[in-house]
């Protein structure tokens, strides 16, 4: 609860901060630097307008980090300034974020602060991800440096691993003792536990019945142990999340809405009527922004803005010329209905090729054998016939042969 708060007040002052930065060069509006807040209001209109327009070409790009998503985090980064502890608010943005990209670079930004927590998260990053043979080694240099500033868990998974040993990184039973103590005199239950244990059996150490019955009693004393922490960017570690279900929920009851209204032809109309109304405000309110934007630059950008938009329409163009053509495709209704000469048909456009359907020897020999099991003579001579060149299936003389004397037999019936 005290981590939500201290998440708000850390919104509430950052967003404060940014208007007053933002927004108070106004009030000089009124005096003799009037020009000044021209200037300034000039300077924030241009950047909405740069950043729509790299915001297109970045789509049109396909970049692999959307401008928006990029504009969030340097949001973030402000924010994170007036936070009481930055180190855990990266980490909540990292657990909850919804690009891959801009999770990692989260979780980088809280690994800059140097805190322990943030060391531990990546070194499960690394430890658990996809990062090749210099993984593990890699996640273990990160537990060093994590058990160092006093990570209990850290501590213990380093014990861990240098008990093992994996990789690059060799067994080290004596050092492996030392981080186990660590972690235990930290609080950590496991390790307390596998100190009784290994005591007890001289598992790595010399046995010592005095201290295993002491690390016995600790272990005990800090039960129920936590289970093992797991990297915070893993998709089944993150908590569910509410705006995610209240966007489904909403999306769910607009959907329902719409088809109530839709089912009537007086809520069609309505409902068109509304669309070419919404269509209309928004790009009138669009060229007005970027009218009033580059009309104190003497329309510049709105002139370098016109390559780009008669790229779109060219582009729009060719999308348009070269599609497939729409409308329903009554043939491949009527196949999947079971109609026989529809599937033969169907079968026959695979196989030689069509515009909207491309040749497909596969499918082809699918629908011929739809065909054929209801009896359909071209069909099964069809069939026979990829049987024996072996198109779309294995060549196989006999099952040709078959189908040519069952196509036989349904004609001569």
Known sequence: MRAFADRHRAWLKGLLALGLILFLPF???????????????????????????AAILGAMAGASLPVLVWVEGHLRGWIARFAADPEGLWLHWARHAHHPQAARKYLDQAVRLGGPEALFQEALV????????????????????????????????????????????????????????RAAALGHGRAAAW?????????????????AAMWASEARSREPHPAPARSLLRHDAAPADPLLRFTAASVEGAEAAADRVVSHAAGR????????????????????????GSATFYHMPLIAATALVLVLVWQTRQLRKDRPRTGRDRLAEAAAGGDPEACYQLGLAHRRGEPHRPKDDLTAAIWFRRAAETGHA??????AEAYLGGHGVLRDPREAA???EAARRESTS
Do not use: N
């Not at 100190?195 to 790595?204: E, P, V």
């Not at 509304?274 to 009218?291: E, I, K, P, T």
């Open 402 to 404: 078959r189908w040519t």
């Open 27 to 53: 009030l000089l509006l009124a005096t003799p630097l009037a020009p000044l807040a021209r200037l300034w209001r000039a300077l924030l209109v241009l950047a909405l307008f740069g950043t729509a327009f």
């Open 269 to 292: 109309r309505i409902l068109l009527l509304g669309v070419a109304a919404l269509v209309v405000v928004s790009l009138g309110g669009l060229g007005w922004l970027f009218w009033v």
């Open 126 to 181: 690394y430890l658990e991800g996809g990062w090749g043979a210099g993984g593990h080694s890699g996640g273990v240099e990160r537990l060093r440096h994590a058990a160092l500033k006093g990570h209990a868990e850290a501590a213990f998974r380093l014990a861990d691993a240098l008990r093992t040993g994996h990789g690059s990184v060799g067994p080290d039973p004596l050092e492996a003792e030392r981080w186990y103590l």
């Open 378 to 383: 071209g069909a099964m001579q069809a069939l």
């Open 195 to 211: 100190l009784a244990h290994a005591y007890a059996c001289g598992d790595g150490v010399e046995a010592d019945e005095a201290k």
